[in-house]
């Protein structure tokens, strides 16, 4: 019982060290890549700056409120990648035949998707950010952290994560059967993340709806956000989504993994 518990989890760290090592041979480029990251992912802090800068407000929302929603989805990507990278890239593990050899290891293979690779200096640099615009804007819009509060936030985040990981595992059902999909992780996750960087409300009613109950970023960013800031527009949604982040992120993580099993069935190799 205590190996089948705790060795996956030993030997997770195992390869998380050798990885680290990799990634960090070459200091001065690891430190150039991971700034190249922090330095991409700024761009859309500055251009929310650069439109505030001509408008008051968007929708109720100053620079320092849309700067504490977009902390959120920078903190909840970097623990993505950090830990579910293989589910991001799951496709091209089908596509170069990597995943015929998980067949033949005697590992799960979803443990070893997931310990395949993390891109730490992505996370680095996508963490950096968030915890910055994070740490400044919480206390420039006057959030309090008391016990209630800590607690929220760190669910919040596990379930930004898991909605977010549910997604991915979703592209990864469909490279078993259509191996490459760029394009439907570009249209349906990439174009998606950039909305979420502001308030659903300003969008059209067929926008909110696909954020809440098709591609769920809402609960990433925008209903965690809305549970420390109470802006007006929170009126025009249903207030108990405020305290579903956390629910949302097992209940769609526990059903895209049984969704991954069967798609598993499908699986044929590329030969590559």
Known sequence: MY???????????????????????????????????????????????????????INGWNMKELLFLYSFIYITYSLLILFFTGLRDFEEIVYDGTFDRFLLRPRGLMFQVMTNYSDYLASI????????????????????????????????????????ASIFMLFSC???????????KDFLYYNTRKIAGYPISI???????????????????????QYFLNKQDMAEFWHGYIYLTPVIGIV?????CGLWKISLRHYESTGN
């Open 252 to 256: 769609l993580y526990t059903l895209t």
């Open 174 to 184: 469909a490279s078993f059967y259509f191996i490459k999909i760029d394009s439907l």
């Open 125 to 164: 640099g996508h963490g950096t950010l968030g915890i910055i615009l994070f740490i400044n804007t919480s206390r420039a819009v006057g959030i309090v952290w008391n016990v209630t509060n800590v607690i929220y936030c760190i669910l919040a985040i596990i379930g930004g994560v898991l909605i977010q």
């Open 3 to 57: 190996d089948k518990v705790f060795e996956p989890i030993k030997l997770f760290f195992v390869y998380s060290r050798y990885m680290t090592k990799a990634f960090f041979q070459y200091k001065f480029d690891a430190f150039l890549r991971t700034l190249a990251v922090f330095i991409r992912e700024s761009t859309a802090v500055i251009v929310v700056f650069l439109t505030l800068q001509r408008f008051d407000n």
């Open 203 to 225: 969008f059209p009613a067929f926008i909110r709806k696909m954020m809440i109950f098709i591609v769920p970023f809402a609960f990433v960013n925008y209903f965690p956000s």
